[in-house]
C-alpha cells in the first residue's frame, strides 16, 4: 500500500525479479527531486502501471560524478559493458544528455515489506 506523502521510486519491470531476489541492492538517480536520504523509507513503484511491489529503508546515499564511479559505487547494481552504455541507458530513461560530469545518487536499499 502506498502511502501519502511518502517517497517513492520507480522501477522498469525488468529490474523487479532483481531487487525481490536481493541481488540488487542500489539504485541510480539523476538530479534527484526527492532530495533520498540515509534512513527514508520509500515505496517501490513499477514503471507505467504504479504497482506497488516493495517498500524499502536507504541505508546509504552518496553523490558523486558518474565518471567518477568505483567498483564499490557499482557494486548491487546491474552491469554496463562500458560507460558509452551506461550513459545511453540514462540518457533513455532522463531523455537529457550523460556525460562523465554529470551527478548521480548512489542509492544502497534494504527491503523491509
Do not use: C, Q
Not at 13 to 21: A, M, T
Not at 37 to 63: K, N
Amino acid at each position: 500500500m502506498i502511502r501519502d506523502n511518502h517517497k517513492s521510486l520507480h522501477f522498469v519491470s525488468s529490474l523487479i525479479p532483481l531487487i525481490l531476489s536481493g541481488e540488487k541492492v542500489s539504485t541510480w538517480r539523476l538530479w534527484d527531486d526527492k532530495d533520498l536520504s540515509e534512513g527514508d523509507i520509500v515505496d517501490f513503484l513499477e514503471s507505467g502501471t504504479e504497482r506497488h511491489f516493495a517498500t524499502a529503508i536507504l541505508t546509504r546515499v552518496l553523490e558523486k560524478k558518474i565518471g567518477k564511479l568505483t567498483d564499490e559505487d557499482k557494486a548491487g547494481h546491474e552491469k554496463y559493458k562500458n560507460d558509452k552504455e551506461m550513459f545511453r541507458t540514462f540518457e533513455r530513461f532522463y531523455k537529457r544528455k550523460i556525460d562523465s560530469d554529470t551527478k548521480v545518487k548512489i542509492i544502497w536499499f534494504k527491503l523491509i515489506k
